[in-house]
């Protein structure tokens, strides 16, 4: 590791609990943190799925009044936050839980914003914008992928601009996380195979981010060995236990690897793909990731390599270039065994949206605006960002 002269930091909840039936402490942990009345935010999906009735049970059995708010999207937006706020005050609401992947967590996080310090989710664009703490605050993960649940991290989508705004805050973390594969078997594989692929995306990006560490190291290790380990798995039997606890320590250490390391151009690429066509971030995500990782693999061509072992490649006797490009490979067969689109065009197809070539220079210019791409470990041009753009269509 080179030496800089520089202070890091690394932060996570101050309590995490994972495991089958950790759901059960919700009640107690939230009188902990000192809250009575909480918003239950979450969104149709859970709720259908009947996994907001097993935490509103919980909450039943403590006597413990609350609100729900459910109407968040895929890709939550201004309007959904600003909604959220408008509940949560209506109706006296102390505290907050969050029940979802990443959408839910995001649009929790933008409503505690708010809430506990004014104005609108527009003014927390970008890093540490909040003056504030939250009000007591506990996450409720129900995917294995975003890692949102424990992150500083919350991506809302400006309506006005089509535009993913990118929130990096260090008081927007969770007090508390909770991850029970209990609530996660339930997950149809299509969604599975979405949020997992963004767990590895997580822990790739931190993995050979500018700014990575021996701490964040361990944590993306561990979490792309954990991946390719259960992923599959999880996806060929979503009642699988383990494979679904495998998966929900899988995503949490990738979360805390980039929760510290931050990302890169997959991020700030994907970010746009979903504030311009509203598609699936972790899909984004997994479409985008082998051709961003081909793109930076000159930049660190011993992590890449690395990976290619940690994924279970063979690289006996291969120079350190050709063990990286395993790596690349290893990632395209994961991603199409559990079913990811090939191209921008069929995942277009898959959500009856024209994904068109001529809005990549659109896209590049506000992907060049993301803070993801600052810890990406090569420097790009618009022309090398459009250029993986159009490999990727």
Not at 301 to 309: G, I, L, N, Q, W
Request: aromatic share 6%; charged share 20%; net charge negative.
């Amino acid at each position: 590791m080179a030496v800089r002269e520089e202070v890091y930091g690394f932060f996570i909840p101050s309590m995490t609990l994972i495991g089958i039936g950790a759901s059960k402490e919700i009640p107690a942990k939230i009188k902990a943190l000192g809250g009575s009345k909480p918003l239950l935010v979450t969104d149709r999906g859970v709720v259908a799925a009947g996994i907001c009735k097993q935490v509103t049970d919980l909450l039943d059995q403590a006597s413990m009044p609350y609100v729900i708010y459910d109407e968040t999207v895929p890709n939550p937006t201004d309007k959904n936050v600003h909604d959220g706020v408008e509940i949560f005050k209506s109706n006296g609401c102390d505290s907050l839980i969050t029940l979802g992947g990443g959408s839910s967590h995001d649009c929790g996080k933008g409503i505690a914003l708010i809430v506990s310090n004014g104005g609108k989710i527009h003014d927390y664009e970008g890093v540490d914008k909040a003056t504030k703490p939250l009000m007591p605050y506990l996450a409720v993960n129900t995917t294995a992928g975003t890692a949102s649940e424990m992150t500083r991290f919350a991506v809302i989508t400006d309506t006005s601009r089509h535009v993913k705004m990118a929130i990096a805050d260090w008081r927007v973390t969770p007090g508390i996380a909770i991850d029970d594969p209990l609530l996660m078997v339930g997950m149809p594989p299509a969604l599975t195979a979405a949020t997992g692929m963004d767990a590895l995306t997580h822990a790739v990006e931190a993995y050979v981010s500018t700014i990575a560490t021996p701490m964040t190291d361990a944590c993306a290790e561990k979490s792309i060995a954990l991946v390719f380990q259960y992923l599959r798995k999880a996806v060929a039997n979503g009642q699988d236990i383990e494979a679904r606890e495998g998966m929900c320590f899988a995503q949490y250490l990738g979360g805390m690897a980039f929760n510290n390391a931050s990302l890169g151009y997959v991020h700030s690429m994907a970010h746009q793909l979903g504030g311009f066509y509203n598609l699936p971030h972790g899909e984004c995500n997994a479409l985008l990731l082998p051709h961003v990782e081909q793109f930076n693999l000159i930049a660190n061509v011993d992590k890449f390599a690395k990976m290619a072992e940690i994924m279970g490649e063979n690289t006996d006797g291969l120079s350190r270039r050709d063990a990286a490009e395993l790596a690349i490979k290893a990632i395209r067969q994961l991603s199409a065994d559990v079913g990811i689109p090939a191209t921008l065009v069929e995942l277009g197809k898959r959500y009856n949206t024209n994904v068109s070539a001529d809005d990549i220079p659109t896209m590049t210019a506000n992907a060049q605006k993301d803070i993801c791409r600052f810890t990406n470990p090569r420097g790009a041009t618009d022309k090398n960002i459009a250029d993986i753009y159009a490999g990727a269509m």
